[in-house]
């Protein structure tokens, strides 16, 4: 199967799941007060923001994933249709947390759910990544492979910042939503100015992997 | 006409009405016990991932259908936008099983809506697969059309299973709605570890009919 | 420009209107009766149906017209946003006539709505029409030119259909809707079987433009 | 990174951007005259339509700055989502707008919100647009880098008209809204007739720029 029409339908989800998130945004009705409605509403634009760029910052990795695979298979397909579900929902949990985060009552459980949809974000993540990099199933290079599956080093962080959160959610609703933004932050971070050694120690491998992808690509034509 | 933008087009219908299906999922308003509505909701998240899968199941197939077409005729579109306007529609029979499941008096009737709209993707998918693959119309290749037709023989369990979901709603909705999930898996099994045989003889099909399409699709240009 | 990107955004704008008149289709809720209620619905099924099958049909012309430009220039660019800014508002009219199509009183008025919303599409689609093909400005061939041109003369068939199903909707709404639906079919019409001689007749002519466009995009990278 | 799947995404969320926007004109409900409550929904159709080219137009310009670029970097990767964060929420003060524009005590408060969404679009595609073309970090050539730079100097005005249009919603909202329309008519001008003599200067650059940034991609392959 060509990658380029699984990325198309991927970046569709993604794309769609980041854009509906303004739905739940909602214009205040018959306020008495509409500037005071609409700084009460900062929630709703906090976790759109945390929930954009975590959505975001799934996209530039699978991205990254996808362009080092030189093929994929049905059974990448089913995992990876696994992550889209998840990542399709991201728009139930966040109007969750925008509703009640401000309640005494219920804006630890509001929490414990976005919580609980990110861990289960980053499990199928985690699922798609090591099919795909384990014993060079989806990657040739060997020395690719190695280095790809390095990055999954990463992922044991963003299960235990997600479990974190959920677990905060209990002490500190505000807390928890600072700790899933924060986290999609340190995916972010190879980016940032401050890594620029990172960067660029990075750089070679993703051309190479570009490079050996396209000729991938080139082949499976 | 080139497949790629016809590709396009479905992989966006696809895409979307997959994702839209979480605006089925709504936030409980004004709840006195918050978590005791999100867990009654389970009627909603369990529909959103039959639904879900299906879509996506569907999108693989048809994906593998389009990569055996060295081309596509108008008439072809018109099948295929039939295809499209009953995959699109999936949001509606979703919602309503998600809201009516749990109803002693209508939830037969949620779930016959739910397996006529299952019923009539079956049917338009076939009607796509047949004219395809019918007479080397759209496959120039003898070989690679009977292999693909033979999968058409497939076909009749779809429309059987669903068939049988809206007997069964009368019965039991629960089991109606199980039923819909184990067909969406039954279509996705030639992946599971299981059955590896499977997917290793028909690997190479595959893969000669990417060759084929790809060359199908250089002679065209 | 390259025609690729331009195809992208187009076919998101289609698909998504197309996609998102199911949210139109609306659950009905606290029914005594939910299978009346579901019968009850049908005008918004069936004028489900004529916008989606209308903004699918407006998408294949439209692809069909692009495959024949060699190049768009930024002029091009905007009139095509303004005919994604007809097609996008098609939800809209699509609800009204859905809702009000079993008024006695506003029917027509939504009827209306819904006719000048057709009017605007395809008013918008001539203007795109007729600038890429006028002078050559778009395709170079002239004989191409022509002979696309030539089915420019099918577009006062469908700007006269819209306007009759306008004046119609003051007399029966249903016959209103009823000729929208047969221009949608009118237009798909070279499809059809009985016009094989027709889609034979034109055949050659895409293929041949496919080739020149294809050259064209060659030449212009 | 192939620039080819960034453009994919991002012609996603604006296009969903742009189509959501219609979900926003609202069928009047029980309306005791329904023409009366078409026709006061005008400011609807107008915020509607500002919106709409609004998208269109930073789509075009995005684009454009796309086909200079012979790479990304991940950096611009994240620049790039925050432009999309912004793009992604118009139709949240889209909304504001058209239900507030006729109130005579929030109309001013909707359009400060709608300007500074606005604002934040200009700045964020400020970002993107400085970073990619300063000390030639993504395109090569120092003359294109110089001459795309030149139209740098327009960013200015956008940011001033919108700035002003912020301002004005204290003294006349209907003038703000006037306002934003033209200074999207504004960066769409070297579109209209007018402007031949521009656009004719303008294309060889386009046309260089494309050529090298196929080579560059080419290249990168």
Known sequence: ???SRLEAFCDGVFAIAATLLVLELRVPVDSPDLVASLIALWPAYAVYLVSF?????IWVNHHTLLEHCKRVDRRFLYLNLLLLVTVGIVPFPTALVGTYIRSAQWAAAALVVYGVGAL??????SGVFFYATQDGRLTDDATIARRVRAEGRLFPIGLGAYSLGIVLAFVSPIASLALYALTALFYALPLLPLSRDLARREEPLADEAADRAQRGRDRER
Chains 1, 2, 3, 4 share one sequence.
């Open 1 to 3: 199967m060509r990658t």
């Open 53 to 57: 760029m975590t959505i975001g910052i």
């Open 120 to 125: 289960l974000i980053a499990i199928a993540f």
